[in-house]
């Protein structure tokens, strides 16, 4: 599996969000990873008639084995001088596939017009009082700095965030002079983090005129910097990225698609494991700084959250009134009993299956819309389409992220693998219960006990980057010893 436009959406907010400044600019930047450039962002600021105007643009090339994958992400925004946000425009084109955020502001309430391919979407969202756009973020936090405060918070306008604003929270350092290519400098490091992608905290030099110096955020065990550049940057030979994140098993799995229970111990090499989900046929107990997941398709417990709206809204990345989904849905439910919810699932995971042709890397997590034109993707592809039509066909669903074992993978052999799959929300022995459905390995198995959930999404707008935080802890860092496999 691959998660591409997240990792991408990951740069463009994590090491390029709050690098802003308050004076008119034009900077590049690089970005690199593993000593490596693998992308660049240019950013240009400008102010005129009262408003400032931020353009940024990000860039980054990576290689899935063979497979290049580019995404090129352009962000405009437009504020007033107090710092309101006025409008702003974001297009993301991973692969070829490009989708658009159009967003005007008035009164404080945005209309959110959102298009991937011949898909648009409108709505509205009020504007979380109190947060605003990107410059006058920085000019806040100049402000705080400027103060001798050493911990504070700002907030940033976010339609994508269910409250309309999301929250930076700021650990400051006392300056030092520093340097780089382009010279030294005295700055200001800084350690923030925010509620858009919890638990991955971001390093950042801010100069004296408010613009960035140097930016750090670590992926698992994988660093990137951002770093300036005197003009147009020129990038190295894509880094391979997923290979380096299998996990060796030390003790092989006889007949992993038929496992019908596992239990296994995760830990890390460095770093905490975050917490991971208990539920359906997963269980899940602490042990010191490891954890004890057992794996069980024969005992699974009751859902706790099976009222959870979350799990039937339709949504950017799952838009059940699409009238495509609604068409494959009919398709593949043909003979089913329309009250058999189990039965339900599992012919729409075998459609699912026979239905994505051309099972490659290409896509950077579709949604389900673009999936279902486009028949087109991995196992992110496989598990979001699947959560889509199951909705349609009134079955609760949500997607897991985590890992599944592979006898041979990309030349690597007994590995666990980085996977998504769908969760389907069905009635076991008269009581709600997650079962887990996997649509991407085989058509003949729906599931099996090699694998286990690092987090569950219910791929509500606004969580795109939180659904993988889980899964960018722990890339790199984690092992995990096979206890008692089983079939």
């Known amino acids: 599996m691959t998660f591409r436009r997240p990792l991408a959406l990951l740069v463009a907010l994590s090491v390029a969000g709050p690098a802003t400044a308050v004076e008119p600019h034009d900077q590049w930047y690089a970005i690199v990873m593993q000593d490596r450039v693998t992308g660049w962002m240019h950013d240009v600021w400008t102010h005129e008639d009262g408003k400032w105007t931020a353009v ?24 007033d001088e107090a710092g309101a946000l006025l409008s702003m425009e974001v297009t993301a084109n991973s692969s070829g596939a490009t989708s658009t955020i159009k967003i005007s502001v008035t009164d404080g309430v945005a209309t959110v017009v ?4 011949d898909r648009e979407l409108t709505s509205t969202k009020p504007i979380q009082k109190g947060c605003v756009g990107p410059v006058a973020l920085r000019a806040q936090t100049l402000d705080h700095i400027a103060a ?18 999301s929250s930076l929270e700021f650990v400051v350092d ?5 340097s780089d290519a382009l010279g030294d400098v005295t ?9 858009m992608i919890p638990g991955v905290p971001t390093r950042e030099w801010i100069l004296a005129d408010g613009r960035m110096f140097r930016t750090e955020v670590s992926v698992g065990a994988i660093q990137m910097v951002m770093r300036r550049n005197d003009g147009p940057v020129t990038l190295d030979a894509p ?14 799995i006889d007949k992993p698609r038929r496992a019908q229970a596992g239990r296994y111990r995760l830990a890390m090499k460095a770093g905490t494991l975050p917490l991971l989900p208990s539920a359906g046929a997963q269980r899940v107990r602490m042990d010191g700084d490891s954890a004890v997941v057992d794996v069980d398709l024969r005992h699974r417990a009751p859902a706790t959250d099976a009222q959870d709206p979350r799990w039937t809204a339709s949504t950017l990345l799952l838009e059940t009134g699409d009238p495509k989904l609604a068409q494959l849905t009919a398709d593949a439910l043909i003979g089913v009993k329309s009250t058999d919810a189990a039965a339900k699932a599992e012919a729409l995971r075998r459609f699912v299956y026979h239905y994505i042709t051309h099972k ?43 890992l599944v074992y592979s006898d041979s993978f990309m030349g690597r052999d007994q590995v666990f693998v980085f996977h998504m799959w769908t969760q389907a929300l069905l009635t076991v ?53 096979v206890l008692d496999p089983s079939t």
């Open 56 to 79: 940024q643009e990000t860039n980054i090339e990576i290689a899935r084995g063979a497979t290049v994958i580019k995404t090129l992400t352009r962000s405009t925004s437009v504020e």
């Open 114 to 117: 959102s298009k991937s391919g």
């Open 148 to 165: 001798g405060e050493t911990q504070f918070s700002v907030c940033t306008a976010n339609v994508m965030s269910a409250s309309g604003g």
């Open 174 to 178: 006392p300056q030092a002079t520093t």
């Open 187 to 195: 700055a200001t490091p800084t350690l923030w983090t925010t509620d």
């Open 239 to 252: 880094l391979e990225l997923m290979v380096q994140t299998f996990v060796p098993a030390p003790t092989p």
């Open 360 to 402: 490659d890397l290409s896509v950077g997590f579709g949604t389900a819309s673009e999936v279902a034109r486009g028949r087109r993707g991995d196992c992110t592809e496989h598990a979001v389409l699947l959560a889509g039509l199951l909705r349609v066909a009134g079955v609760p669903s949500r997607v897991a992220s985590g």
């Open 429 to 481: 022995h008269g009581v709600p219960t997650w079962v887990d459905v996997d649509a991407a390995l085989t058509d003949k198995a729906a599931f099996d006990a090699t694998h286990i959930a690092l987090s569950v999404s219910g791929l509500e707008d606004g969580a795109i980057l939180s659904t993988f935080t889980a899964v960018v802890q722990v890339l790199g860092e984690l092992t995990i010893d």
